[in-house]
Protein backbone atom coordinates (compact mmCIF):
# COMPACT_ATOMS: atom_id res chain seq x y z
CA UNK A 1 0.00 0.00 0.00
CA UNK A 2 0.33 3.59 0.04
CA UNK A 3 1.10 4.34 3.63
CA UNK A 4 1.81 2.54 6.94
CA UNK A 5 -1.36 0.44 7.66
CA UNK A 6 -2.05 -0.49 10.96
CA UNK A 7 -5.16 -2.99 12.31
CA UNK A 8 -6.96 -3.53 13.87
CA UNK A 9 -8.47 0.36 13.56
CA UNK A 10 -10.14 0.24 16.84
CA UNK A 11 -9.45 -2.95 19.87
CA UNK A 12 -11.91 -3.25 23.16
CA UNK A 13 -10.44 -6.02 25.63
CA UNK A 14 -10.95 -7.15 29.03
CA UNK A 15 -8.48 -6.24 31.76
CA UNK A 16 -6.14 -9.42 32.02
CA UNK A 17 -6.41 -10.71 28.44
CA UNK A 18 -3.29 -10.81 26.05
CA UNK A 19 -3.39 -8.22 22.16
CA UNK A 20 -1.87 -8.20 19.21
CA UNK A 21 -1.63 -5.04 17.06
CA UNK A 22 0.09 -4.91 13.84
CA UNK A 23 1.85 -2.63 11.42
CA UNK A 24 2.29 -2.86 7.81
CA UNK A 25 5.05 -0.41 7.09
CA UNK A 26 5.63 1.80 3.31
CA UNK A 27 7.25 -1.26 0.99
CA UNK A 28 11.15 -0.60 1.22
CA UNK A 29 11.50 1.29 4.71
CA UNK A 30 14.05 -0.56 6.85
CA UNK A 31 12.94 1.72 9.87
CA UNK A 32 9.91 0.99 11.90
CA UNK A 33 8.72 2.71 15.27
CA UNK A 34 5.79 2.25 17.48
CA UNK A 35 4.41 5.08 19.78
CA UNK A 36 1.68 5.09 22.66
CA UNK A 37 -0.44 8.17 22.63
CA UNK A 38 -2.33 8.73 25.27
CA UNK A 39 -5.74 11.38 25.27
CA UNK A 40 -4.08 14.65 25.16
CA UNK A 41 -1.29 14.58 25.01
CA UNK A 42 2.19 13.69 22.12
CA UNK A 43 3.13 10.65 21.14
CA UNK A 44 5.64 8.69 23.48
CA UNK A 45 8.36 6.48 22.16
CA UNK A 46 7.90 3.10 22.46
CA UNK A 47 10.40 0.47 20.33
CA UNK A 48 12.25 0.93 16.67
CA UNK A 49 13.39 -1.59 14.43
CA UNK A 50 16.31 -1.58 11.96
CA UNK A 51 15.25 -4.53 9.91
CA UNK A 52 14.56 -7.39 11.87
CA UNK A 53 16.49 -6.34 15.02
CA UNK A 54 14.79 -4.51 17.65
CA UNK A 55 17.55 -1.35 18.02
CA UNK A 56 15.96 0.70 20.92
CA UNK A 57 13.20 -0.98 23.34
CA UNK A 58 13.79 2.00 26.10
CA UNK A 59 10.52 2.99 25.86
CA UNK A 60 8.65 -0.21 26.50
CA UNK A 61 7.26 0.57 30.05
CA UNK A 62 7.95 -2.66 31.14
CA UNK A 63 7.55 -6.93 30.27
CA UNK A 64 4.04 -7.28 29.59
CA UNK A 65 4.90 -5.41 26.22
CA UNK A 66 7.23 -7.20 23.61
CA UNK A 67 7.43 -6.33 19.48
CA UNK A 68 8.73 -8.16 16.58
CA UNK A 69 9.78 -7.81 12.99
CA UNK A 70 10.61 -11.28 11.94
CA UNK A 71 11.61 -10.67 8.69
CA UNK A 72 11.87 -6.84 8.51
CA UNK A 73 8.75 -5.49 7.14
CA UNK A 74 5.35 -6.73 9.42
CA UNK A 75 5.81 -5.97 12.72
CA UNK A 76 3.56 -6.82 15.53
CA UNK A 77 2.85 -5.24 19.41
CA UNK A 78 2.32 -7.78 21.90
CA UNK A 79 0.74 -7.01 25.01
CA UNK A 80 0.36 -9.58 27.73
CA UNK A 81 -2.15 -9.43 30.65
CA UNK A 82 -3.33 -6.01 29.74
CA UNK A 83 -4.22 -3.28 32.13
CA UNK A 84 -6.68 -0.40 32.10
CA UNK A 85 -3.64 2.09 32.29
CA UNK A 86 -2.81 0.47 28.72
CA UNK A 87 -5.63 2.17 27.01
CA UNK A 88 -4.01 4.15 24.31
CA UNK A 89 -4.12 5.19 20.35
CA UNK A 90 -0.74 3.03 19.37
CA UNK A 91 0.97 4.38 16.47
CA UNK A 92 3.50 2.92 13.87
CA UNK A 93 6.15 4.82 11.87
CA UNK A 94 8.17 3.62 9.43
CA UNK A 95 11.26 5.54 7.70
CA UNK A 96 13.23 5.21 4.46
CA UNK A 97 16.11 4.78 7.03
CA UNK A 98 17.32 5.52 10.45
CA UNK A 99 17.17 9.04 10.79
CA UNK A 100 15.16 9.84 8.15
CA UNK A 101 11.58 11.70 8.08
CA UNK A 102 8.94 9.22 9.78
CA UNK A 103 5.57 8.44 8.08
CA UNK A 104 2.67 7.37 10.78
CA UNK A 105 0.24 5.01 10.54
CA UNK A 106 -3.82 5.93 11.40
CA UNK A 107 -3.29 3.82 15.03
CA UNK A 108 -4.99 1.56 16.57
CA UNK A 109 -6.72 2.47 19.56
CA UNK A 110 -6.84 0.20 22.38
CA UNK A 111 -9.35 0.10 25.32
CA UNK A 112 -9.33 -2.23 27.72
CA UNK A 113 -11.93 -2.38 30.50
CA UNK B 1 16.74 13.22 28.78
CA UNK B 2 15.68 15.00 25.94
CA UNK B 3 12.61 17.40 27.14
CA UNK B 4 10.41 19.46 24.45
CA UNK B 5 8.30 22.03 25.19
CA UNK B 6 5.47 23.59 23.35
CA UNK B 7 3.67 26.69 23.95
CA UNK B 8 0.90 27.89 23.76
CA UNK B 9 -0.84 24.44 24.50
CA UNK B 10 -4.39 25.85 23.46
CA UNK B 11 -4.35 28.71 20.96
CA UNK B 12 -7.99 30.17 19.65
CA UNK B 13 -7.89 32.96 17.44
CA UNK B 14 -9.61 34.64 14.41
CA UNK B 15 -9.77 33.83 11.33
CA UNK B 16 -7.30 36.44 8.95
CA UNK B 17 -4.90 36.64 12.38
CA UNK B 18 -1.28 36.27 12.32
CA UNK B 19 0.55 33.76 15.77
CA UNK B 20 3.45 31.53 16.82
CA UNK B 21 3.48 28.65 18.33
CA UNK B 22 6.83 28.02 20.10
CA UNK B 23 8.62 24.58 20.66
CA UNK B 24 11.53 24.63 22.89
CA UNK B 25 13.86 21.82 23.36
CA UNK B 26 16.31 20.74 25.99
CA UNK B 27 19.44 19.39 24.27
CA UNK B 28 21.34 19.29 21.07
CA UNK B 29 19.55 17.78 18.22
CA UNK B 30 20.01 16.81 14.32
CA UNK B 31 16.17 17.28 13.35
CA UNK B 32 12.93 18.91 14.31
CA UNK B 33 10.07 17.77 13.02
CA UNK B 34 6.72 19.94 12.52
CA UNK B 35 3.46 17.62 12.52
CA UNK B 36 -0.25 18.36 11.89
CA UNK B 37 -3.05 16.34 13.94
CA UNK B 38 -6.83 16.18 13.27
CA UNK B 39 -8.94 14.71 15.92
CA UNK B 40 -9.66 10.92 15.67
CA UNK B 41 -6.44 11.00 13.38
CA UNK B 42 -3.19 10.14 13.14
CA UNK B 43 0.28 12.66 12.48
CA UNK B 44 0.70 14.17 8.80
CA UNK B 45 4.06 15.59 8.51
CA UNK B 46 4.21 19.59 7.41
CA UNK B 47 7.64 20.36 7.81
CA UNK B 48 11.29 18.76 8.65
CA UNK B 49 14.37 21.11 9.80
CA UNK B 50 17.72 19.95 9.44
CA UNK B 51 19.72 22.77 10.28
CA UNK B 52 20.48 26.08 12.08
CA UNK B 53 18.54 28.98 10.52
CA UNK B 54 16.54 26.69 8.03
CA UNK B 55 13.45 28.25 7.13
CA UNK B 56 10.40 26.67 5.35
CA UNK B 57 7.27 27.62 4.42
CA UNK B 58 3.86 25.68 2.99
CA UNK B 59 0.97 27.68 2.39
CA UNK B 60 -0.25 29.70 5.36
CA UNK B 61 2.17 27.68 7.86
CA UNK B 62 6.30 29.01 8.21
CA UNK B 63 8.43 27.26 10.70
CA UNK B 64 11.90 27.79 11.38
CA UNK B 65 15.01 26.42 13.79
CA UNK B 66 17.31 27.92 15.84
CA UNK B 67 19.89 25.56 17.20
CA UNK B 68 21.79 27.69 19.07
CA UNK B 69 18.57 29.03 20.96
CA UNK B 70 17.41 25.11 20.69
CA UNK B 71 14.53 26.70 19.53
CA UNK B 72 11.89 26.31 16.76
CA UNK B 73 8.25 28.36 15.71
CA UNK B 74 5.45 27.86 13.72
CA UNK B 75 3.93 31.00 12.65
CA UNK B 76 0.25 30.88 10.68
CA UNK B 77 -0.49 33.71 8.73
CA UNK B 78 -3.92 35.10 8.54
CA UNK B 79 -5.52 32.09 9.79
CA UNK B 80 -8.37 30.21 8.27
CA UNK B 81 -10.94 27.33 9.88
CA UNK B 82 -9.02 24.56 8.41
CA UNK B 83 -5.99 25.21 10.05
CA UNK B 84 -7.90 24.30 12.89
CA UNK B 85 -5.71 21.22 14.39
CA UNK B 86 -3.37 20.16 17.07
CA UNK B 87 0.17 20.75 16.27
CA UNK B 88 3.12 19.11 17.77
CA UNK B 89 6.77 19.57 17.26
CA UNK B 90 9.00 16.68 17.75
CA UNK B 91 13.10 16.44 18.24
CA UNK B 92 15.80 13.94 17.00
CA UNK B 93 18.02 14.11 19.51
CA UNK B 94 21.95 13.42 18.74
CA UNK B 95 21.99 10.70 21.32
CA UNK B 96 18.21 9.53 21.14
CA UNK B 97 19.14 7.26 17.96
CA UNK B 98 16.42 7.82 16.03
CA UNK B 99 13.33 8.64 18.14
CA UNK B 100 11.35 10.83 18.22
CA UNK B 101 10.42 13.24 21.82
CA UNK B 102 7.25 15.02 21.13
CA UNK B 103 5.94 18.24 22.68
CA UNK B 104 2.63 18.43 24.33
CA UNK B 105 1.38 19.52 21.39
CA UNK B 106 -0.90 22.91 20.65
CA UNK B 107 -4.72 22.69 20.53
CA UNK B 108 -5.11 25.22 17.60
CA UNK B 109 -8.62 26.76 16.52
CA UNK B 110 -9.61 29.07 13.91
CA UNK B 111 -12.70 30.79 15.20
CA UNK B 112 -14.75 31.94 11.81
Known amino acids: GAGVSQTPSNKVTEKGKYVELRCDPISGHTALYWYRQSLGQGPEFLIYFQGTGAADDSGLPNDRFFAVRPEGSVSTLKIQRTERGDSAVYLC???????????FGQGTRLTVV | ELKVEQNPLFLSMQEGKNYTIYCNYSTTSDRLYWYRQDPGKSLESLFV?????AVKQEGRLMASLDTKARLSTLHITAAVHDLSATYFC????????????FGEGTQLTVNP
Open chain 2, 90 to 101: AVDGETSGSRLT
Open chain 1, 93 to 103: ASSPTRGTEAF
Open chain 2, 49 to 53: LLSNG
